[in-house]
């Protein structure tokens, strides 16, 4: 099986910063896209921000210029750098990864992380 662990989630004064990060283990022969998900109270749950592999990269309009994706494949970790957060920032946030397992060369599948919540409040 395949796990993903999240930290660095926490409570952070408007403006500040917070870093997450997320790493997976498991029977992983390749971890393929990894991204970052949350959902605030009451809402659906939204993209954020995607990465290939490859490093490509795909934000969603209200993180573009505050949060910046990155990874380190040699770790299967991706991060997520949020800036300038703001109190609408506050949401549970997940990160997910499409890992090509050993046991099924052939395919991949996307697992979820068990979420981080990151509250942002004065």
């Known amino acids: 099986q395949v796990q993903l662990v999240e930290s660095g989630g926490g409570l952070e004064q408007p403006g500040g910063p917070l870093r997450l990060s997320c790493a997976a283990s498991?029977?992983?022969?390749?971890?393929?896209?990894m991204g970052w998900y949350r959902q605030a109270p009451g809402k659906h749950r939204e993209s954020v921000a995607q990465i290939t592999r490859g490093g490509y990269t795909s934000y969603a309009d209200s993180a573009k210029g505050r949060f910046t994706i990155s990874r380190d494949n040699a770790k299967d970790t991706v991060y997520l750098q949020m800036n300038s957060l703001k109190p609408e920032d506050t949401a549970v946030y997940y990160c997910?990864?499409?890992?090509?397992?050993?046991?099924?060369?052939?395919?991949?599948?996307?697992?979820w992380g068990q979420g981080t919540q990151v509250t942002v409040s004065s």
């Open positions: 997910t990864a499409d890992v090509t397992r050993y046991t099924a060369l052939h395919t991949s599948d996307l697992y």
């Open positions: 498991g029977s992983i022969f390749r971890v393929n896209g």
